[in-house]
């Protein structure tokens, strides 16, 4: 299984963008990029998920580099309802087994 | 739409004893997760249920187990409780589709603290 590598945590002022990096150097072809939040004791949100192109929802977007070694989450317009554990996950193509790690914790201020 | 729900909310369990969880997947789903999340890591995978039948299983010994209702409602059992069994435990549902891509819906989690 690929493995994610994150910042353990960052900050970021309230209205501004948030760029969360992941690293997964060692992605295969077909595996896809997964990113969750969960904010303090509730279950893990869905945020976006995407393959090789870039993509964006109403809650983020989604930068995938072209050889898909790493991979940015932005949150366009960070609120404090922001501030949580983000998790990047490379899933495989054949499980819907979701592998996370230690995340990285955002934590926006005013 | 009810999303995924979760019960009871919060279980405290005596070392030994046995308990077993309860998780009614998102509407439309038929596939159902369940994690483990101790405190401060994320959630580690347990194993999944599709068609009644244990698809997959994630690194826990044979204490735990799981059912999965014609009404793809599921549950999860622990035996022997341990004190580290002490975690978070969220159940995720999801809409099969043989491995293409897929979102996984979580409950808000069920808090047992084993003493």
């Known amino acids: 299984d690929a493995k994610t590598t994150q910042p353990p945590s960052m900050d970021c002022a309230e209205g501004r963008a948030a760029n969360l990096p992941c690293n997964h150097s060692t992605i295969s072809g077909n595996e896809y990029v997964y990113w969750y939040r969960q904010i303090h004791s509730q279950g893990p949100q869905y945020i976006i998920h995407g393959l090789k192109n870039n993509e964006t929802n109403e809650m983020a977007s989604l930068i995938i580099t072209e050889d898909r070694k790493s991979s940015t989450l932005i949150l366009p317009h960070a609120t404090l309802r922001d501030t949580a554990v983000y998790y990047c996950i490379v899933r495989p193509y054949n499980t819907d087994k979701l592998i996370f790690g230690t995340g990285t914790r955002l934590q926006v201020f005013p | 739409d009810a999303g995924v729900t979760q019960s009871p909310t919060h279980l405290i369990k005596t070392r030994g004893q046995q308990v077993t969880l309860r998780c009614s997947p998102k509407s439309g789903h038929d596939t159902v997760s369940w994690y483990q999340q101790a405190l401060g890591q994320g959630p580690q995978f347990i194993f999944q249920y599709y068609e009644e039948e244990e698809r997959q299983r994630g690194n826990f010994p044979d204490r735990f187990s799981g059912h999965q209702f014609p009404n793809y409602s599921s549950e999860l059992n622990v035996n022997a409780l341990l004190l580290g069994d002490s975690a978070l435990y969220l159940c995720?549902?999801?809409?099969?589709?043989?491995?293409?891509?897929?979102?996984?819906?979580f409950g808000q989690g069920t808090r047992l603290t084993v003493v």
């Open positions: 995720a549902s999801s809409l099969y589709r043989g491995g293409a891509d897929t979102e996984a819906f």
